[in-house]
């Protein structure tokens, strides 16, 4: 139980006018607008914690919130305890909300031995106790406070996450209240589940996949779940493109633009209805505001149904007058709709001729996931110069990744977000795709927080500071050694893509037979870099078990204080690690990476040591026969090359089995399970052919050729 009491809070912040840019060694993500520190406090005595009359649902809800996050910390109140208070304003005259602070703004003023927490809204309340909780650093009664003034408020009304669940992974409604719990810990108040036929709908049953979709009733649940942490369900149900698993079914092949294609068409009449059904049960389910009509990469356009009209009108045209139709069809619904603006940004003049109806019902999510030298504008220019609604949508970069490619990500997200802030967006909407259904979850919250952090920041966010903060905010880790393992799987990501010119780190490449054709050729351009590779990705492995060496067992038994170091502004508090999925499925990326500058070795190495033996196959030399046994079993021995590649791929199916499951359904995790199955099975089959050569030449003191058993020449010596 919580105690909560009466009483007026003196608050002075007459300090804040000189030191809106004050510098401080505090970690927070995102950094507010104005922040002061005044000092440092053990909590020894833990924390109580008090909301002011008069308290609302919500403002106990924010205080619960606070609680429960520090009792997990191992932090509690006792007599003598540091006392955080939350009120609202009106209990607080005194404390001015300019115009903009009201909607989610907060102040926290230090004094008095605790902190108040102050909100002109419900929601600007609960994002002054997240700010709290990032605060308190470490556990138990050597926590400490890092008390300060602060005043802040949002940059962008709308901060969300769009989240693929229709290329894989679908997530399970506990994972889901976990996602949106540490979304709104970071300030985002928007969750866009992507769907194109994961969404179970009455009108429709065909379409969602036992075991792989996510029903009415969880729908409601998790939508009642986000109301609480002040974060907006917003669904994206595919209308136009991406709805190749729908029209797979013969009962809507008639809708389809080509024979079992993506694309709906849109001159036939059963298109609209179906959009129509799907999206009023959508609406009925998710009470927010929007809701997602998708639309982008209509490829299939004007290559069947409509080519006639495409030919006749243009693309831009047709591709327009459906989008209107959807949306006119759609209107009873009483919500704006967000659409992709990937094909409408290609027709900047029909744009502006659009109905003043349409512009005014809808908003158009620029997207663009990668960084772009010339900036962003032209991606928003198109639509604000007709007068249209932006937000704008960069990405985590996690897509056919072993690990998201955070060089791409952070870059993207930090300058497409400043500039939609200079051009008006209203919104920002991160992005996660799986595209070919081997992403974690857990892998992407490098980049779903710092997309938070740019979305609540005002202009260009700073990576450094973001990389810096990282690893403590989220998962309590004092040493830094998880930021510096995040930055070794940057640069392993560059070795692939700037050195090796190949690839940064993709699936694709992962899972490369380095024997075939193509591994052939790819392998000659990243074995130079494989060394450079594989010791960033091994120094992650490192970094990562050096950050779990250094934290207690749990919150009660600590390894003591590290060494004091003059540079230190205050000395570290013992923590314990938070969020460890996600730290095991860092763990799991540098592995893979590892694997793949491995694999190129070890096949140059078993190609090598084949012709070595080959070369020597005639040889009445006792030494040199003894020379060629001692090749082929470190080829195919007990510690051989080829029982390396069996032992890696057979340990990475179990840990992604095994992190799989920390946040998914079981449904489509068979397909990447199969692969590596299947690529184990390849070298099960190598070494039975090997051994084959083995008694061949212990029978017979022969070899067959390389080329018999699979295996290459050996790259060219460099020059």
């Known amino acids: 139980m919580h105690s909560y009491r009466l009483g007026a809070l003196i608050v002075g912040f007459g300090l804040f006018a000189s030191v809106a840019s004050a510098q401080s060694s505090i970690k927070l993500i995102p950094r507010p607008r104005e922040i002061h520190a005044t000092g440092d406090e053990v909590l020894t005595h833990g924390v109580g914690i008090f909301c002011v009359a008069p308290c609302a649902v919500e403002d106990r809800f924010a205080a619960d919130d606070l609680a429960a996050s520090l009792k997990e910390r191992d932090i509690v109140g006792s007599t003598g305890a540091v006392s955080i208070e939350l009120a609202r304003t009106s209990a607080h005259p005194e404390v001015k909300f300019t ?97 194109e036929h994961t969404q179970q709908y009455a009108s429709n049953p065909l379409m969602a996949p036992p075991g792989g979709s996510v029903s009415a009733e969880e729908t409601r649940e998790l939508v009642e779940y986000a109301r609480l942490y002040h974060i907006d369900v917003v669904p994206e149900q595919e209308a136009f493109g991406h709805l190749h698993h729908n ?18 068409a849109p001159g036939q009449p059963g298109s609209i209805a179906l959009i129509k059904q799907m999206f009023t049960e959508l609406a009925a389910l998710y009470p927010g505001p929007f809701l997602h009509i998708g639309a982008d990469e209509t490829v299939d356009l004007g290559l069947g149904q409509t080519k006639a009209d495409v030919d006749a009108r243009g693309l831009g045209p047709v591709y327009l007058d459906f989008l209107q139709r959807i949306v006119t069809e759609l209107k009873p619904l009483n919500r704006r709709f967000l659409f992709w603006g990937d094909i409408a940004q290609d027709s900047p003049d029909l744009l502006k001729d659009l109905p003043q109806s349409f512009k005014d019902s809808t908003i158009a999510v620029a997207w663009v996931y990668t960084p772009e030298a010339r900036g962003y504008d032209r991606f928003l220019t198109p639509f604000t110069n007709a007068g249209m609604e932006t937000w704008v949508a960069p990405s985590v970069n996690n897509f056919r990744k072993v690990y998201p490619n955070n060089n791409y990500a952070l870059e993207n997200i930090q300058r497409f977000t400043a500039d939609g802030q200079r051009l008006g967006s209203t919104g920002q909407l991160n992005t996660i795709w799986n595209d070919d259904g081997e992403g974690l979850f857990n892998q992407d919250w490098y980049g779903i927080l710092f997309g938070a952090a740019a979305a609540w920041q005002k202009g260009e966010s700073s990576i450094p500071e973001f990389q810096n903060s990282y690893a403590q905010v989220f998962h309590g880790d004092a040493t830094g050694y998880l930021n510096e393992a995040q930055k070794e799987m940057m640069l392993a990501h560059s070795v692939l893509k700037d050195q090796a010119k190949e690839g940064d780190g993709t ?50 038994v600590s390894a003591g204080p590290k060494a004091y170091d003059p540079a230190d502004s205050y000395p570290s508090a013992p923590t314990t690690l938070r969020e460890t999925a996600a730290i095991d499925a860092l763990e799991l990326g540098a592995r893979r990476m590892d694997l793949i500058g491995l694999k190129f070795q070890l096949s140059e190495e078993i190609a090598e040591g084949y012709q070595r033996a080959y070369a020597m196959q005639n040889t009445t030399d006792k030494k040199q026969r003894m020379s060629v046994a001692r090749e082929l079993s470190d080829i195919n021995g007990v510690n051989g090359r080829i029982q390396d590649f069996i032992d890696a791929y057979s340990l990475l199916r179990d840990l992604y089995e095994q992190a799989w499951y920390r946040s998914n359904r079981a449904y489509a995790l068979r397909p990447t399970l199969e692969h590596y199955d299947y690529t184990v099975g390849i070298w099960e089959g190598r070494s039975d052919r090997l051994r084959s050569a083995q008694r061949q030449w212990s029978d017979t003191h022969t070899l067959p050729p390389a080329a018999d058993l699979g295996i290459p020449p050996p790259a060219p010596a460099a020059k």
Request: aromatic share 10%; glycine share 10%.
């Open 99 to 195: 115009e903009e602070m009201k909607a989610e703004g907060y102040v926290i003023a230090a004094g008095g031995g605790g902190l108040q927490v102050i909100g002109d809204s419900a929601a600007g309340l609960f994002y002054g106790v997240q700010t709290v909780k990032q605060l308190i650093e470490g556990d138990g009664a050597k926590a400490v406070l890092h008390a300060a003034n602060v005043r802040d408020w949002p940059t962008m009304k709308y901060r969300g996450l769009d989240d693929d669940l229709s290329r894989g992974p679908v997530t399970t409604l506990e994972f889901q209240k976990h996602l949106i719990r540490t979304l709104a810990a970071y300030k985002v108040n928007l969750y866009s589940p992507y769907f």
């Open 507 to 556: 699936n694709s490449i992962f899972w490369l037979d380095p024997m075939s054709k193509d591994g052939i050729r790819i392998g000659a351009q990243v074995l130079p870099y494989a060394h450079e590779l594989r010791l960033h990705a091994e120094r992650a492995l490192t970094l990562i078990a050096q950050a779990r060496a250094a934290a207690p067992a749990s919150p009660t």
């Open 247 to 264: 029209l797979a079914w013969e009962q809507y092949q008639p809708l389809a633009e080509t024979p079992h294609g993506a694309v709906l």
